[in-house]
């Protein structure tokens, strides 16, 4: 109470001293009502400080014991995940496999079994894991042993070559749906972005001599490739499924292919929906963007041609009526009924030579879906994915004959022609677009001068030979 006492008047002095200061006839005037309503304000102001100071200590110590709390469960948290990841036991789910663990009996296979189940003999297998094991392998964690590549590899060949449902496949190897459908993309890219460029390659130098020398000896020359387009089932998609509706009535999308005497693809451009024309996806290709940005239309060296009858005669490719003929690409002539008979002699034999070269085309898709039967039926892949799977599908089909992987008669018994897995092709839509006069003139030298043609000497590896009937 003293200090009270003496704290009130040494603020009572010092405020007089203030007022003394600026106004000595202030002090002298000021009464003592004034001097006490000053101590109330001043002593209002002190509480208000203290509870402040009272409440800034109160929200510490509340912040404190919620940190403490925080960093106590999240100890207990961390401990807790790990002892989970040292004691437990199990993380894949145990799977019952139909007819037993179908991949320990596959290692047990014949010869022949195995390559009738994985459409590739056992060497094919092996030499296909060497290329892209290191691709395809997953590294082996604390928490568990990934799927070996080669268990990847066989899933993703089965069902190329079966084409069954992902949980089929899922059950016959002991995984899961998604796993399947994981270990398919993964092979698939592997596969394309490491294959492609090296197995389908467009022909060059001593390469594009054989090709030429192979289509010279079955009956026509001057040619690098046969173009042909043919249809893959889909599942009709969410967004535009009209535009992949063929005119059968099916969902597709289109695959594009050169090929060459050996059967092996050059050139692989697919994915293009199913109500396209054969031209609209040629035009829409990098192989059409690549003839027609080159000097005169020539996709091959301008030092392969031929001259007669003051008319150059490229290397140029061969297709069917649906494409349009350029100084690069050559078609037969009209073979319908109302114009056959106006066909002379020379441009009958041109198109029967043309059409029997051409038919590398019809045998190398055939060869295709025979031996990878999901091109024959609607699969659950995405149409954006068509691209890389039927591309991959390309190469392997390209490395068996390359390699000598003999295709099996049965895997085709079923496809009739014109027919993949029940799927009819539709018709050749014959193409209308405009005919410059260079590509004509180019095939009407061929046309009447095709024997002289045969007859002329070829040159591969430094050898120069002449093909005779």
Request: hydrophobic share 40%; glycine share 6%.
């Amino acid at each position: 109470m003293a200090s009270s006492i003496e704290s009130d008047a040494a603020l009572r002095a010092s405020l007089l001293s203030c007022l003394g200061a600026l106004d000595p006839s202030i002090a002298q005037t000021l009464d003592d009502r004034v001097l006490e309503l000053f101590l109330l304000r001043t002593a209002e102001m002190r509480r208000k400080r203290a509870r402040a100071v009272q409440a800034r200590a109160r929200r510490m110590r509340l912040y404190l014991r919620r940190r403490r709390r925080l960093v106590l469960s999240t100890v207990a948290a961390v401990l807790s995940l790990v002892n989970s990841f040292k004691y437990k036991e199990v993380w894949a789910k145990d799977r019952p496999v139909e007819g037993g663990d179908f991949w320990q009996v596959a290692q047990r296979f014949s010869d022949e079994e195995w390559k009738s189940k994985f459409r590739v003999t056992r060497a094919t297998f092996n030499y296909l894991l060497e290329l892209l094991e290191s691709t395809i392998s997953r590294k082996k964690t604390r928490f568990r042993t990934p799927i070996d590549a080669r268990r990847r590899l066989a899933m993703a060949l089965w069902w190329y070559g079966q084409g069954e449902e992902y949980r089929h496949v899922a059950d016959k190897f002991g995984v899961g749906n998604t796993t399947v459908c994981i270990i398919l993309r993964q092979v698939t890219t592997a596969i394309v972005n490491k294959l492609f460029k090296k197995c389908v390659s467009w022909p060059v130098g001593e390469t594009l001599d054989s090709v030429v020398s192979g289509f010279k000896q079955r009956g026509y020359p001057q040619c690098a490739g046969a173009i042909g387009a043919t249809h893959v089932p889909i599942m009709g998609p969410r967004d535009n499924p009209m535009d992949y509706c063929n005119s059968r009535g099916w969902y597709s999308v289109i695959l594009q292919a050169v090929v060459d005497h050996n059967l092996n693809f050059t050139h692989v451009y697919a994915g293009w929906p199913g109500s396209s024309s054969n031209a609209t996806v040629l035009s829409s290709s990098d192989l059409f963007l690549k003839a027609e940005d080159q000097h005169q239309g020539a996709l091959f060296p301008q030092e392969k041609s031929i001259v007669l009858d003051g008319v150059e005669i490229p290397v140029h490719l061969i297709g069917d009526a649906s494409f349009p003929l350029k100084p690069w690409l050559l078609t037969g002539f009209s073979s319908s009924s109302s114009s056959q008979h106006d066909l002379s002699p020379e441009q009958r034999r041109f198109t029967f030579s043309l059409n029997a070269a051409r038919s590398v085309v019809a045998s190398a898709f055939s060869r295709l879906k025979g031996r990878w039967g999901c091109l024959q039926k609607r699969n659950d892949i995405e149409v954006g994915a068509m691209h890389g799977t039927v591309s991959a599908l390309c190469v392997l089909h390209n490395v068996c004959e390359q390699v000598g992987d003999e295709f099996l008669p049965e895997w085709s018994e079923d496809m009739d022609t014109g027919h993949t897995g029940g799927f009819i092709q539709p018709d050749v839509v014959p193409c209308e677009a405009e005919v410059y006069g260079g590509a004509d003139m180019i095939r009407n030298a061929m046309t009447y001068n095709f024997i002289d043609i045969q007859e002329h000497p070829t040159t591969i590896n430094g050898f120069t030979f002449t093909y005779e009937d």
